[in-house]
């Protein structure tokens, strides 16, 4: 297979509406719109949700819980996911952003003990749990929680 011979699967492509184009065409003078009303107008339509004047369903419908505006983004790695790492190696947090192992926006990182580990490392993190500092301390590495 070469990329200069791929065409679309047969029948999903379909030829796009030339409006406009003469009475002989079947979309010439209104162009498929009708006649008269806010529909057939440039720029015409309702907006998305709007129920004709009748009071909207995203209106009418209750509202329940809120929003915590102090909630902490905390990710979490496990064990498991240290061992892409060399033995004896120093892992905080720039090093798990270039492995990919961390993305985006956070307020911290948590290691959590699931999987095991063989080999010492040494991991610099915002928390850990009882049972991932076990192990780690196990391995002969050590964690430093910031």
């Given at each position: 297979m070469q990329l200069n011979v791929l065409s679309p699967a047969q029948g999903s492509q379909k030829p796009r509406k030339r409006?406009?184009?003469?009475?002989?065409?079947g979309r010439g003078k209104t162009s498929g719109r009708g006649t008269k009303g806010q529909n057939s107008r440039s720029g015409g339509g309702v907006r998305p949700g709007f129920e004709g004047g009748q009071m909207p369903i995203h209106r009418r419908l209750p509202k329940r819980g809120f929003t915590n505006i102090f909630k902490k983004n905390v990710v979490v790695i496990n064990i498991r996911d240290l061992m892409r790492f060399e033995k004896d190696s120093v892992v905080d947090e720039?090093?798990?952003?270039?492995?990919?192992?961390?993305?985006?926006k956070r307020d911290g990182i948590k290691l959590l003990g699931q999987g095991e580990i063989k080999y010492p490392l040494t991991i610099k993190v915002h928390g850990a749990s009882k049972n991932a500092?076990?192990?780690?301390e196990a391995a002969g590495g050590r964690v430093e929680v910031l």
């Open positions: 409006l406009g184009r003469g009475v002989g065409s720039a090093e798990l952003l270039r492995t990919g192992l961390v993305k985006g500092k076990e192990k780690i």
